[in-house]
């Protein structure tokens, strides 16, 4: 799978999640739609735009765990190898947020984020290159199907969102959940 993305494209999208903007973007299953985890007004329009539930929360990827930092609590020693050990994976784990974590991000009346290292080379490249983490939620309206192609995307979001041109990975459904305290899984 080709993980470049042209840095024209990188500078349009750098600069659009900077002004708060949701931008399209492959990743193991189908489209994701992404804005930067630290902006409070990018994820309510994000929300809105899906008709999601503010309970619910969102799930954030990095290239590193050290870039969900700002975002979590300290983990511990055992913690940061199992995580090293199971990642990029398609597996998305609940970890302790910051308690002054912006409460839409990892849903209303939670106390845990979801993050996640992508195995898909085109989402990690693109949190490399932003030097961020980015929430990562289905290119979809609630409750409908995701979309899988550039084509679907382009129909459902083109005009409210910047589309990064990509091949969808090869996991034919969603991420696994895992509580990381217990490793339950959630989903």
Known sequence: MNQRIPQKKIRQAKAHLRRGGIIAYATESCFGLGVLPNHPKAISRLIKLKKRAVNKGLIVIG?????????????????????????????????????????????????????RIPDHAQALFLCQQIQSALVSTSANVSH????????????????????????????????????????????
Do not use: H, M
């Open 63 to 115: 290239d590193t765990i050290e870039q969900f930092s700002p975002l979590i609590s300290p983990l511990s020693a055992s913690e940061l190898d199992f995580l090293n050990n199971t990642w990029p994976s398609a597996n998305t784990f609940l970890v302790s947020a910051r308690p002054i974590l912006f409460p839409l991000l990892r849903g209303t009346q939670r106390k845990k984020l979801a993050i």
């Open 144 to 187: 409908q199907r995701t979309c899988k192609t550039l084509r679907e995307t382009n129909r459902q979001f083109g005009d409210k969102v910047l589309i990064i041109a990509g091949t969808v990975g090869k996991y034919k459904k969603s991420s696994q959940i895992f509580d990381l305290a217990t490793l339950k899984k959630i989903r």
